[in-house]
């Protein structure tokens, strides 16, 4: 009987990155304890645009060997990071881009007003056929906000 040798390494790959993750401490102060993420947030922090004063928001573990880290600085500017383990190399650093609206949802998206506490809904219309919703934020909030659309939009898509 023959056996094939590549769902063999497959597995041991798929586990040897289960086990990778398990050992990975998932809270940001343990996660900034460990060395080799330090190594990975230092060169993030270098790697984010001059201006203010940087520091980090958020640490989260990837698979590969790599890490994410969310970098911000005073004047709102926020990047999305990706280094490696070990090494410490940036493999990319992007902006995070949050946008304050006004924000047009279709109606194709949902029939219904999208809700939230942060912004209001209202509705654009043309020729008397709704086209969908105009949202801006209230001001109730700090920062900018959308939390409600995307829970109304999934709720959409189910019927």
């Not at 958020?58 to 698979?63: D, E, K, T």
Request: charged share 20%; aromatic share 6%.
């Amino acid at each position: 009987m023959k056996m094939s040798v590549i769902p063999l390494l497959f597995g041991a790959l798929l586990v040897s990155d289960l086990v990778l993750a398990d050992d990975m401490p998932m809270s940001i102060g343990d996660m900034l304890g460990d060395k080799d993420v330090m190594q990975a947030v230092n060169a993030c922090l270098l790697k984010h645009p001059k201006g203010g004063s940087i520091f980090v928001e958020n640490v989260y573990p990837m698979n590969r060997g790599m890490v994410g880290i969310v970098t911000a600085d005073t004047s709102g500017r926020r990047y999305d990071c990706n280094a490696e383990l070990g090494t410490g190399k940036v493999r990319g650093s992007e902006p995070i881009i949050e946008p304050k609206g006004p924000l047009f949802v279709s109606v194709r998206q949902m029939q219904v007003p999208p809700q939230g506490e942060c912004f209001s809904s209202s509705p654009v219309v043309v020729g008397k056929q709704l086209q969908g919703w105009l949202l801006s934020q209230t001001g109730k909030c700090r920062g900018t906000s959308w939390n409600g659309i995307a829970v109304g939009v999934k709720g959409q898509l189910g019927q």
